[in-house]
Structures are given as C-alpha cells and as structure tokens.
C-alpha cells in the first residue's frame, strides 16, 4: 500500500509564496501519476494540478494557471506543488493523489491513494 504524507502548508499573506511537498513510501512512485487537489470549506474537493510519471506532461487548473508550478523528483520519491502570488481564494486543504491507471489525474475518482492533506490559509 502507497503511503502519501504532505507537507509545507502554513500561513501567508495573499502575493506571497508557498512549496508543498508530498513524500510517496515504496519504491514504485516513478509509475505513478501523481496530483494535487484542494478542498475549502462547504465546498467540493477541486483539482489544482497534474502530472505524468516522468514529470514530462503537466496539467493545470484555469484558477492555478501561471502561478503555481507542479514537480517531480523521482530519485527522491517526492512530489511539489510550487504556489506563487496566492490569494485569499486559494486558502484550503491540500492533498496529494496517484495512480497507476490513468497517465494524467484530473478528477478525484481517478486517483487510488491519498494523502492525510495540509492547511493552505491566504490572508488578505
């Protein structure tokens, strides 16, 4: 079983920047593709960004566009999320996601495994 912990949440003032990190157990996390997803309060787990198990395709919600960066590091069994000039509205949980059965995750039934999530909160 795939164990996902993140990390790297906290709190930041809106324009300012965060780099979450999800470290995956096993010796298997180059097959899998892997995403970020995030989930506000009263409101449904979203989509943040993608990627492919090579690090070669990536994907990104039109909210995220241009300001936060999705990245791999296969030799260290670690997945980023990279966020820049956040805002109030990206304030949530955020999780880490894979599979082995879709090349690219874009919706929450896709992935397999989960992790337990890190607090994202922008101030204004």
């Known amino acids: 079983q795939v164990q996902l912990v993140e990390a790297g949440g906290g709190l930041v003032q809106a324009g300012g920047s965060l780099r979450l990190s999800c470290a995956a157990s096993?010796?298997?996390?180059?097959?899998?593709?892997m995403a970020w997803f995030r989930q506000a309060p009263g409101k449904e787990r979203e989509f943040v960004a993608c990627i492919n198990w090579s690090g070669s395709r990536t994907n990104y919600a039109d909210s995220v566009k241009g300001r936060f960066t999705i990245s791999r590091d296969n030799t260290k069994n670690t997945l980023y999320l990279q966020m820049s000039s956040l805002k109030p509205e990206d304030t949530a949980v955020y999780y880490c996601a894979g599979t082995q059965t879709v090349a690219l995750i874009v919706r929450p039934g896709q992935a397999d495994f989960w992790g337990q999530g890190t607090q994202v909160t922008v101030s204004s």
């Open positions: 096993g010796r298997t996390f180059s097959t899998y593709a």
